[in-house]
């Protein structure tokens, strides 16, 4: 959080208008998982525009390098090796530093590291397929990775996952929580996957992808990808009602 | 032509997705060996001031099916209503409570299991105080957008009684679903996601 001063208003009410609806049939777990009745709008209280902190200490060394936090010493995930990069910032445009960003992946095969995955590609016994970083001060961040493959799954009898790396951000406040995929430009699966088509809003989806980034690509090793993230702002704590006690 | 705002568009949603664990809770997921320590799973030690409790339920579809590949994160104040954040004003939270708190359900049973203690009382907007609750956030395959609930204490009637979100729902009818039963340590709070007892979720 560096010496900025702490933040104590109120957060924009959320556009849900960018975001997916609850019910979306063309993805069928939707159906029942979907509330029905309207969300009862709650002006943000002291619950909702606190939230806890992550220091840098909780990180390990390797924990933002997926190619080697899970891989035997002196080896590394197979694939196209890639950094992620970007920066988390607010609606108003501002840096978010210490927000705690953790991602998951299937491997180069399109394969995840999980108990109910049923895909035929193989596990790499060198890909784990979970990492995490802190935003700096500025609210930036990277990530090593290797390029997840896309993958099968049951939905429609033909639908495939795009690309994608899933993204958990946990900001300054419990209303900014937030859990979003992001996709590769160009993947001509992305127009076609019944969970990216969750999003009507065509901007809103495009701000899911990341483009090549070749400015920040590392010669003979890593093409990059830029991401940035975006959370709630705050209304500016200048002439707002002061909260009791404050 | 006016000016522009130049306020940026935040970022949609996806669904967590049936693996969610791999990322955020990698060693209850099997994978070891990564970090030390799943986050969120320890709020209190042994020096954590104020009644310990234990918050159990499960969350159920539309066709009263239990999910067992949710996540869900809680988030209150300590025993004397402080919250552990920066964006604390009012004063200094227990150091020994963390206030925040991540468990996947039990893969087989369905059931999410929180040790913590019981929340103080925190201010509404104008003032007046609420009754005791926590703050519940789910993620899952199949729910587009994360969703926020509260947890009350049924216990607490005199305080939920005043409780400023509590006495404008307009169908208070649907206010049960928000409340907590108590046996012994343990309040049991179920989470229906559809249904003639579709619990209340809120826009924050
Ligand atoms: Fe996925």
Redesign the interface.
Known sequence: ?GNAK???GA??????S?????F?PD?K?????????A????????????????GHE?L?EK?NDLIL??ARPGESALGERIVVHGRV?????RGVSGA?L???QANAGGR??????GYIAPLDPNF?????TITDDDGYYSLRTVKPGPYPWPNGVNDWRPSHI?F??FG????Q?????MYFEGDPLIPLCP??R??T?Q???D??IAPLDMANTIPMDARAFKFD?????RRSTLFE?R???? | MAQQL???????????????????V?NF???S????ED?GIAMVNEKTAGERIVIEGRVF???G?P?K?SLI?I???DSQGL?????????TADPNF???GRQAMD?DTGVFRFETVKPGR????D?RL?AP?V?L?I??????????T?MYFADEEAANAEDP?LVR?EHQV?VPTLMATRKGDTYHFDIY??GES???????
Not at chain 1, 112 to 117: G, S
Not at chain 2, 33 to 36: A, F, I
Not at chain 2, 83 to 91: A, T
């Open positions: 959080m702490p933040e104590t957060f924009f009410p959320r556009n849900r960018l975001h997916p609806k609850a979306t993805y777990t939707s159906v029942v998982r979907s509330p029905q009745k969300l009862l709008s709650l002006n943000d209280t002291i619950s909702e525009i606190t939230g806890p902190v992550f909780i390990g924990d936090n899970f910032l607010d609606e108003r445009g705690l953790e991602f998951w995840y590291r999980h108990a109910k995955e784990g397929g979970c990492g995490r899933h958990s951000v300054h406040g419990f209303a929580r937030l859990i979003t995929q969970i990216a969750t999003i809003d901007a809103a989806l701000q899911l993230i975006v959370l709630r702002g009602n909260m009791e006690g404050n | 130049n306020q940026l568009r935040e970022t949609a949603s996806q669904t967590a997705g049936p693996y969610v664990h791999i990322g955020c990698p997921s099997g994978i060996g990564v970090y030390d986050l579809d539309g066709t099916t999910l590949d994160e988030w209150q104040a919250y552990n954040s920066p964006s604390e004003m009012r004063g963390t206030g925040w893969m925190v201010p509404f907007l003032g609420q609750h703050s956030w993620v899952a395959r199949g729910i587009n957008l994360g969703l926020n509260r979100v729902i649907r996601l559809q579709e619990t209340i979720f809120f826009d924050i």
